[in-house]
């Protein structure tokens, strides 16, 4: 069995297919394992979520975007606008694929209400923070705290101060953090590396014991698919 980690999707549904070829996925044998983010920017989020819920193997972390509509979901459901925030982070485009009407002045005002299926408010409010494995290999989407103390939800969605610390104790080489020294391998997304200093292709990256997978398929990038095993990638097209 292999166990395929998959990047940010952000609604990117064409991407997810492509890297998904790309790594001879068998939905027979293989495990999926998903950093959170699969909605918002791109205009098919209903449809990455369909297709990720035939999938029959799956790990599904939560990311900062995907909280941004377990909280609407938590909401009235009369209600005629979302958070201006989510809206400037690409809500409007999630809601969209769902089939609600927005006010074409106002981003974040809904002109009619649209259908969230049972099923895929379900796989919202299903989404976990982070998975440890039994080798000891943690999947999570933003951060954990440095040394492991608040372990919270929210702080692990948002958090981007682990990978900075990566990179910097990388440079010194030497990791000091518990963070980094509790586990074999993290793999994370959240923080995009389209302007990753030093490569011209967008690639996934490691700093200490962590590896980055999020290359950018919400903006201009390709999605990664990583092998957690080999640490073998593959890309969409």
Known sequence: MRRLIIGDIHGNRDAL?????????????????????YIDRHPHSKEVVDLILTFPDKVCIRGNHDQFMIDFLHQDHNQKSISSVWAEHGGRSTLESYGF????????????????????????NSLIPYQVTPDNKAVLHGGFDLNLRDMSANYIIWDRL????????????????????????????????????????????????????????????????????????????
């Open 17 to 37: 297919l492509s890297a998904l070829e790309a790594s001879n996925y068998d939905p027979t044998s293989d495990r999926l394992f998903f950093v959170g983010d």
């Open 101 to 124: 009407k927005m006010r074409s002045n106002k981003k974040n005002k809904i002109l009619s209400s649209g259908t969230i299926p049972p099923d895929h408010v379900d796989f919202y």
């Open 162 to 237: 682990m990978w900075k610390t990566a990179i910097e104790e990388h440079a010194r080489g030497q990791a000091t953090f518990s963070c980094f020294t509790r586990f074999q391998m993290l793999f994370i997304g959240h923080t995009n590396l389209l302007s990753f200093p030093g490569q011209q292709e967008c690639l996934p990256q490691k700093r200490l014991n962590v590896w980055n997978i999020d290359t950018g398929a919400g903006f201009t990038g390709p999605l990664t698919i990583m092998d957690m095993d080999t640490e073998e990638f593959w890309q969409s097209k």
